[in-house]
Structures are given as C-alpha cells and as structure tokens.
C-alpha cells in the first residue's frame, strides 16, 4: 500500500482565496484525522472521522474550516477565505478503526502558505 | 484524556542506548500510552504502545511502571537517523478516541 496520499505536498496562496487540501486515507481504514502544525502551537487535532461520519470537530478553529469524507477513499479539508494565520502544515492520518490498540498512519503533509 | 510530561530536548550517542521517559500520573486504566516519533519535515511515525505489559517490537521497548504513571521509552542502539521529537501520548479508545500530541522530546544523537 502507498500509505497515506496527500495533496498537494506545498500550497502557496493568496489572502481571501479558497484553499482544498486532499487525502486518501489507506484502503481499509475506517478512521480518518486531519492535525494542523505549527512552530508556535505544535500539533493540533482538527476533525476526526469514523466510517465517513465527523466524530469530534472541537479543534476546527473557526467557520472558514470545513471538512468532509463523502467516501471511504477521500477526504477533504477546505479553508475558505484563507488567512495569512492559517499558515502551516497539514498532515492526514488514517488506522484502521478508533479505538484501542491501533497504530495512525500520517501522511507526508501539506505545506500552505497564505501570503 | 490524560496529560503526559515529557523532557524538552535529550541527547545520546550513536551506538548506545536512548532512553526516553514520559509521565503521565493521571492516566486511567483504560487509556493505552503510545509513541509516535517525527523526523523533521516528516509526518509522525508509530513507534510502540501498551497498557500495563512491557512491550518490545523492532524499533523500540516500552517500559510502563507498575503504577502506570510514568513509561520509558528505549531505543537500544541510536543511530542518527533516530534524531527526531519523540511524542509519548495517552488516548482511550471508543468514541472519544483521539491522538493528542504535547510537544515532545527532541531527541538528537550525535556521532
């Protein structure tokens, strides 16, 4: 299995514009995480999903953040209008159910950068 | 989920045995500690987890004290390639499941 596929790996944008980060999460994982991280505030959890279904969006910061799994293979994290603060690295994970004794699956990351 | 204390930064030479160690005095016993560990510019890696047994895999041992309030992790011969920040974590699972990373230890092996 290739893991964890995001996209795109960099991301530069402008102020106010809508931003998509993509992931496919690894065929048969039935949980997906999208964790957001920067130097001042380490790694975040934004948004948990479970067999396609948001469990836990507490840590999404504001309005502008949406996240959706419209299927097992595909997740999307859309900040719109982006913000020179949204600024950082998105990373993907994936295991193979919530719960006990699993192992979470990163991706390599999204780097944005909202100038 | 409980809260883990980690050392800021540890050093270890290349070769010997670095052994990394996490509290987490408010675990509750039915929340797992793991270990996830990030090479710069990388996403975190699974490195090892249990409940109450020592647990030994092919990168690394976990050590869990009786009490369960405080682990170590080792890794038995640091190469430099093992320097990285090193998150211990303490999760449950069910619905309420969640990864929650604290700033770890940045751990740097020197030749």
């Known amino acids: 299995d290739a893991g964890v596929i995001q996209s795109p790996r960099h991301e530069v944008t402008e102020m106010g514009q809508e931003v998509t980060l993509r992931c496919k999460p690894i065929?048969?994982?039935?949980?997906l995480f999208w964790y957001r991280q920067t130097m001042m505030r380490g790694l975040e959890l934004l948004i948990y999903?479970?067999?396609?279904?948001?469990?836990?969006d507490s840590g999404m910061p504001e309005d502008r953040f949406s996240a959706k799994m419209p299927n097992a293979s595909f997740s999307t994290l859309k900040i719109q209008p982006s913000e020179p603060r949204d600024s950082a690295v998105y990373f993907c994970a994936s295991t193979i159910r919530a719960g006990l004794d699993t192992e979470a699956f990163f991706g390599q990351g999204t780097r944005l950068t909202v100038v | 989920d409980a809260k883990t204390t980690q050392p800021t930064s540890m050093d270890c030479a290349e070769g010997r045995a670095a052994n990394l160690p996490c509290n987490h005095s408010t675990i509750s016993g039915n929340e797992y500690v793991y270990w996830y560990r990030q090479i710069h510019s990388q996403g975190p890696q699974y490195i090892i987890h249990?409940?109450?047994n020592n647990e030994t895999n092919e990168m690394a041992s976990l050590i869990i004290t009786e009490d369960r309030k405080s682990s170590t992790l080792i890794l038995p011969h640091a190469t430099l390639r093992d320097t990285a920040v090193y998150y211990c974590i303490v999760g449950s699972g069910g619905s309420n499941y969640k990864l929650t990373f604290g700033k770890g230890t940045l751990l740097t092996v020197n030749p």
């Open positions: 999903f479970n067999n396609n279904v948001p469990i836990d």
């Open positions: 065929s048969g994982h039935n949980s």
């Open positions: 249990g409940l109450k």
